[in-house]
């Protein structure tokens, strides 16, 4: 069973501050896709990563997948409250072709004013 | 367009009820899945359809059962409600293929008594 270990699992901060999330496993994905999601709504995608050692940057969000295809990380610049929300890292296994992901546990982020 | 969109918003059951939930897609996707979420556990596929008539086994799909008459739906059953299956049940959609973004619907809140 392939597995996605998110850290950490919660991380409460004070605005302008920076933080990384990470997305580890021993297995390998074909893409790594990022989601955010806010209370009481389903999850929005984000980023897709597709190639191993990609960076993608979306304003103050950094996204890389790894050399090795097999972790993510999330990394924001100057954190702002409207940041604040759940991040999902989900993996599309390599072998799989019917468009199933494997999501990590979740960071819940807390930006303080 | 409505995205995706899931009926009931919210549903209080009591151990052994029965209960039917809706998901409709408007943006004619082939594939569909039923995800729950608990605290701490991300996003656990329940069942899955990669096309209308068509369905598969996730990976918690024990107590729960799935139909796909019409490529706009995916229904979700639950034949005899129990406490654990208390949770807040994602509905989402995409074209298919490996890494394409699924688009979620915004949840139906579960308790079962």
Same mark, same amino acid.
């Given at each position: ?34 989601? &955010? ?35 993510? !990380? ?24 019917? %468009?199933?992901?494997?999501? %990590?546990? +979740? ?7 | ?33 039923? #995800? ?7 996003? &656990?596929?329940?069942?899955? !359809?990669?096309?209308? +008539? ?29 406490? !654990?299956?208390? !949770?807040? #049940?994602?509905?989402?959609?995409? #074209? %298919?293929? &490996?890494?394409?973004?699924? #688009?979620?619907?915004?949840?139906? &809140?579960?308790?079962?008594?």
């Amino acid at each position: 069973t392939q597995l996605l270990e998110q850290s950490p699992q919660f991380l409460s901060i004070q605005e302008g501050e920076n933080l990384t999330v990470y997305c580890n496993s021993s297995s390998v994905f074909s893409s790594l896709q990022w989601y &955010r999601q806010e209370p009481g709504e389903g999850p929005v995608l984000l980023v897709t990563v597709v190639t191993g050692g990609e960076v993608k940057k979306l304003k103050r969000l950094t996204f890389q997948f790894g050399d090795a295809r097999k972790d993510s !990380s999330l990394h924001i610049t100057a954190a702002q409250p409207g940041d604040t929300g759940l991040y999902l890292c989900a993996g599309a296994p390599g072998s799989s072709n019917t %468009g199933k992901l494997i999501f %990590g546990q +979740g960071t819940t982020l807390q930006v303080k004013p | 367009n409505a995205g995706v969109t899931q009926t009931p918003k919210f549903r209080v059951l009591k151990t052994g009820q029965s209960m039917t939930l809706l998901c409709a897609q408007d943006m004619n996707h082939e594939y569909m899945y039923w #995800y729950r979420q608990d605290p701490g556990m991300g996003l &656990r596929l329940i069942h899955y !359809s990669v096309g209308e +008539g068509t369905t598969a086994k996730g990976e918690v799909p024990d107590g729960y059962n799935v139909s796909r008459l019409k490529k706009q739906n995916f229904l979700l059953g639950l034949e005899s409600a129990a406490p !654990s299956q208390t !949770s807040v #049940y994602f509905c989402a959609s995409s #074209y %298919g293929q &490996r890494g394409e973004t699924q #688009y979620f619907g915004p949840g139906t &809140r579960l308790l079962v008594l």
